[in-house]
């Protein structure tokens, strides 16, 4: 049935306390992934070197930590090994000290 209806809708109290989080602007600077897809090794090259410590987690498709580092400020490009996981879809998030964050797919083909 199309009745042409427009709905609307109203969270009352709804408060978002960092808009920067929510909006997705607090990110770190732009990395590249290559190759994209892997199969030895994929390497991580940032358009900036890093001005602070810089975590990083790459979790497999059901949520499993596969690998877990630190890069130091003064990184600029940093290269992880892949020829031990299965090819599949993984997906790598950094972290900074402030907050900043980033958020990539790496794909695995052996």
Known sequence: MDSKKILQSFIQGFNITNPDLALGTNELAEVSLYPNPA?????????????QETNWVI??????????????????????????????????????????????????VH
């Open 39 to 51: 199969n030895q090794q994929v390497t991580l090259e940032f358009s900036e070197v890093l001005t």
């Open 59 to 108: 979790y497999d498709q059901l949520g499993r930590e596969v690998y877990k580092g630190v890069m130091s400020p003064g990184t600029r490009t940093m290269t992880v090994q892949t020829a031990d996981v299965p090819s599949g879809l993984y997906f790598l998030h950094l972290y900074a000290e402030d907050r900043k964050r980033q958020t990539k797919r790496i794909i695995v």
